[in-house]
């Protein structure tokens, strides 16, 4: 199994500005992904971080405004750029094998 | 990608009482899993079943690959079982986990 942690936990932020989540795996784990989720709805995902390359995004996800690095098979970041009140969800990380995939706590974002 | 869905969207228990989630998939999968995130926002992994039998104290969870679909019993359920059960699948040729929409439990005392 693999233990996923992240910070911050929550955040309140004004909009126009923007904020880097950081998650840390306990394990090299293969595949490392990023994961929003809106006030009373599932999970979507926002994209794929590769290790030492750009991250592979989902359809209506772009790098300007989610830009995402991994430097190494254990640690990620996402920055939620010029953040508007429609940003207001919850980011997970996640993190696994080509089998089972474990997720962190996930931060809290509320853009005012 | 693949589709999943649940049923039913919103459960209400008594203490004590027994239920089954349903979750139904469009294609062959190489990943199913269950979730309950509780309501500090924390995803819990419950199962990993692509196929085949789980048991894991009060619950368990069955996976019938072939005709697509997965069940999630919950026996004996307690208030601490409340939360979103949310089941997710990859499909063979896919690289991601896709959710379905999740079904919301409450357990009243």
């Known amino acids: 199994s693999a233990v996923i942690s992240q910070k911050p936990s929550r955040d309140i932020c004004q909009r126009g500005t923007s904020l880097t989540i950081q998650c840390q795996v306990d394990?090299?784990?293969?595949?490392m992904f990023w994961y929003r989720q809106q006030p009373g709805q599932s999970l979507t995902l926002i994209a794929t971080?590769?290790?030492?390359?750009?991250?592979?995004?989902e359809s209506g996800f772009v790098i300007d405004k989610f830009p995402i690095s991994r430097p190494n098979l254990t640690f990620s970041t996402l920055t939620v750029s010029n953040m508007s009140p429609e940003d207001s969800s919850i980011y997970l990380c996640?993190?696994?094998?080509?089998?089972?995939?474990?997720f962190g706590p996930g931060t809290r974002l509320t853009v005012t | 990608g693949i589709q999943v869905e649940q049923s039913p969207p919103d459960l209400i228990l008594q203490e004590g009482a027994n239920s089954t989630l349903r979750c139904n998939f469009s294609d062959s999968v190489n990943n199913l899993q269950w979730f309950h995130q509780n309501p500090w926002g924390q995803l819990i992994n419950l199962f990993y079943?692509?196929?085949g039998t789980k048991q894991n104290g009060r619950l368990s969870a069955t996976t019938v690959a072939t005709e697509r679909y997965s069940l999630l019993y919950i026996s004996s359920s307690q208030t601490t079982d409340s939360g979103v059960y949310f089941c997710a699948a990859r499909g063979r040729d896919d690289y991601k986990l896709s959710f379905g929409a999740g079904t919301t439990v409450t357990v009243r005392a």
């Open positions: 079943i692509p196929s």
């Open positions: 971080a590769n290790q030492g390359s750009e991250a592979t995004y």
């Open positions: 394990s090299q784990v293969t595949m």
């Open positions: 996640s993190g696994g094998s080509s089998y089972e995939q474990y």
